[in-house]
């Protein structure tokens, strides 16, 4: 019983000397953590109160410089600056009413072409042997004849001629009338020296049509939904040949006074641009068609800033 007695004793000291040797080393390790820990905490308080002593220092920065800007503003230089953009403003608005009024008149002048010097000339050559003309009228942009001859086809016949030369922009009107002659002479103008005229069969003719020449295309800017009409800019006049095709470049955006604005809608002749033609022009900033006749297109413009905006909303 002794015996046994002994061996309980030394196998509890040992598992004390076990217990106390690893209890030292997690305090050990404990007390190694805990200083970690409290470096960290040390290490993150002072970057917290480095930002805030930063943003304090710059936050007092700022405010001086406000008050340095508000002393500025409050100069006599910029106590009339509100005023001057007024009247800079409303200078503006009529300087390019003005200039718009200008560019109006020079578009009617543009407009009105000269007739060709050599037209009579040419009209004279082209006249068949059986044929002869009683009057014609040549305007700026038109041509009418008046005439007789002997054959129905002769009239056909001229204006091919005509059109050969490049005289008509298409194939013009042609009349022709078969001229009774009961109306026109008695049988006595007939007979001249006891001979019969047998030549008794003749037509009347009237040819009309539009001369080869320029189509004026004026091109007007204005901004969309204004109250009153605004135009941004003066009137351009482009100058397009009777029938070719034309192209208006880089429209779908416009500077204007520093503003950047951006195309709504177009309007040909009052008409406005369909959605699919309008659609290619903002996505390749050109607007082509065919000139035919004298058109005036206008182009309507919001601000970027507002059609974002609008956009957005």
Known sequence: MAKASG?????????????FAEFTANAAKAARMLGYGVAVGVLVVFVVLAFIVAFFIR????????????????SPDYASLEQDYAMLTEQLNEMTNYYFALTQMRKTV????????????????????????????????????????????????????????????????????????????????????NVVDAINNYYTFNISGLL???????????????????VLGGVDTVDVRAGDSFTLNGISEFNYAGITYRLTRILVDGVQVDDVSFNQVMTTGNYVDVARANSDIRLYYTPVAAAEA???G
Do not use: W
Request: glycine residues 4%; aromatic residues 6%.
């Open 110 to 193: 543009d407009q009105i072409d000269a007739a060709p010097t050599d037209l009579p000339d040419v009209i004279a050559k082209c006249i068949p042997s059986d044929s002869f003309i009683t009057n014609y009228t040549i305007t700026n942009s038109t041509l009418e004849m008046d005439g007789y001859t002997f054959t129905y086809y002769s009239p056909v016949d001229m204006v091919n001629m005509l059109n050969d030369k490049g005289v008509f922009t298409a194939r013009p009107t042609i009349t022709t009338t078969r001229v009774e002659m009961a109306t026109m002479v008695s049988v006595e103008d007939l007979i001249s020296g």
């Open 212 to 230: 080869v020449g320029n189509v004026h295309l004026s091109v007007t800017r204005y901004v969309d939904g204004a109250e009153t009409a605004t």
């Open 310 to 312: 609008q956009a957005e």
């Open 7 to 19: 061996i309980n004793k030394r196998l509890l000291a040992k598992k004390d000397v076990n217990f």
């Open 59 to 74: 936050n007092t920065i700022i405010k001086g410089q406000i008050k340095d800007l508000e002393a500025i503003l409050a």
